[in-house]
């Protein structure tokens, strides 16, 4: 973390979190805190978060930060900082403000305990604020996945333990593994540059054919519209006359099995399809319905494609590992580092990524939403 304040004197981590409640195994990067004020009596933001149960957060939308669209919220810094709302077991209000100037003001008037932030460190300076990198050093992961390197956390007081306990947070995820993840889902390269021409064309000629259809089973199933087009779209290129090798077919690629338990008589007509797909998806995120969004969608994603039985198992080996099955990163995780030796888990990890990368399209893209 880097302050303005002269009276800083540099510390390690290890010895600041000595003083506060949150305990990590690992040191942090430099973190600069005065002295003075460490073992202060007086109220602070961490002791004012856990008595009010509940963390405020503001921050930009871009692609590192977050994917803000109504309630639907996700992106490698929002499930950073929710991450670490779950660690401190407090409720996270995180809002969204135009620019970083706004974000930076709200930290500095006490209306946000800290910022997710892109802005310089001269524009947090000039608040005399402080900051840190939202990933403890690891640019490499950033970078790598598209990600912008200068991502931070910025704070009012670099000598309140909030700050202390953030940072660390931030430095056990880099060396658990959980930043590599998290980057690595969220990759902006997932789809490649050279691919989006094609799918915009495709979207552009075939969507206006079913988005009522999209749009009719959305509201039967209290779904997300754009979601259950970003399937279709990866299921079949929106082509209701599409055949897998082992028989999966229709717009939505439903086995023959799952559309006769969906009703569908014929999986090629598209109406047909698009309300089984949507009747399927809406069966696997009730699967899951004890699992918080934005992870239920992706384990209903990886269930929709796997089945639920094959998500069943690997949840069992997560947990046998010590590790929360109940958690999108571990599952994700276990996923990637085992796709090299399994088809099924590649694929699911092209699947749910890929999704990901359509839904946001589709949702920010105006002549796709209003067509």
Known sequence: MHSSSSTGTRLCLKSVLQS??????????ALIIPFHSINASKTNQYSHVID????TVVSVKNTSTVFSNNQFKHGFGYDLVRNYAQSLNVKLEFKTVPDNATALKMVAQGKANFAMTTASMQQV?????????????????????????????????????????????????????????LASFYNRNAVKATEWDNI??????RMPIY????????????????????????????????????????LM???????????????????????????YYDLMLSKYQN????????????????????????????????????????LYDYLDRNKANNGRYKQA???VTRIRAYLEHIKTTPNLVDI
């Open 253 to 279: 690629m439903l086995t023959n099995q799952t559309a006769k338990a969906m009703g569908v008589s014929n999986r090629s007509d598209p109406v047909q399809s698009i309300q089984g797909g949507a009747k």
């Open 211 to 250: 988005k009522a259809s999209f749009k009719q089973n959305a509201q039967r199933y209290d779904l997300d519209w754009h979601m259950l087009a970003a399937i279709g779209y990866q299921e079949s290129y929106l082509k209701p006359e599409s055949i897998s090798p082992t028989g999966v077919r229709g």
């Open 20 to 29: 506060t409640p949150f305990k990590i195994s690992v040191l942090a990067t």
């Open 349 to 351: 990890v092209q699947y």
């Open 125 to 181: 300076e000039s608040r005399h604020l402080s900051y840190f990198s939202a990933t403890c050093g690891d640019f490499t992961a950033l970078k790598k996945n598209g990600l912008n390197t200068e991502l931070n956390w910025v704070f009012k007081n670099a000598d309140d333990p909030l700050a202390a306990t953030a940072n660390g947070y931030i430095c056990q995820s880099k060396q658990n593994g959980t930043i590599n993840q």
């Open 200 to 205: 915009q064309r495709d979207l552009t000629k």
């Open 52 to 55: 009010h149960n509940k963390l």
């Open 291 to 330: 699992i918080p969004y934005p992870d239920r969608n992706w384990f209903a994603l990886v269930a929709y494609n796997m089945g639920p039985n094959a998500v069943d198992n690997i949840q069992k080996r997560i947990k046998s590992q010590g590790k929360n099955p109940n958690q999108w990163i571990n």
